[in-house]
């Protein structure tokens, strides 16, 4: 079985609040899943876009592990994060490494899972961006309402 993954994570602010997101597709590119989720108020931009893929691995190594083999194309708009996974550029932040170091291992015990992850520009991420703004625009208007 092969699927692609379209992950996005974004923060208002930059340190903000901060949301993350993935939409996995078919190869005929039918929409199979999204989720997203909110992480917190006051976290930087690559700490969702590093959450993304962290949320989108543990899926994936699930699947595999339903399926007993799963191939995954993971897209990505954070050069930086495919760069870092791909292991091009080294990882300073302490916080972002230890989620790295979680995907790396989770994607080394799970034999049956063949993952790449590539860079796409910004306009062939809009599910995933759109679910991350969704995110961050209902936690804006719960934090209006308790206000």
Do not use: C
Not at 28 to 53: D, H, I, Y
Not at 89 to 99: A, C, G, Q, V
Not at 115 to 129: S, Y
Request: a neutral charge; charged letters at 30%; proline letters at 4%.
């Amino acid at each position: 079985m092969k699927v692609f993954v379209n992950i996005d994570g974004g923060s208002r602010g930059n340190p903000g609040p901060a949301a993350a997101a993935m939409v996995v597709t078919d190869e005929e590119g039918r929409v199979l899943a999204t989720k997203s989720k909110f992480l917190g108020p006051s976290l930087t931009n690559n700490f969702a876009e590093w959450s993304a893929l962290e949320g989108a691995v543990n899926a994936l190594v699930h699947l595999a592990g339903q399926y007993g083999s799963l191939e995954a194309e993971v897209r990505a708009d954070s050069e930086l994060v495919v760069r870092q996974f791909n292991r091009q550029y080294k990882i300073k932040e302490p916080s972002l490494r230890k989620i790295a170091e979680r995907v790396w291992e989770n994607l080394a015990i799970t034999p049956g899972l063949k993952l790449t992850l590539k860079h796409v520009p910004r306009e062939e991420n809009k599910l995933a961006d759109d679910a991350v703004n969704r995110e961050l625009d209902s936690y804006q208007e719960w934090l209006d309402k308790v206000r």
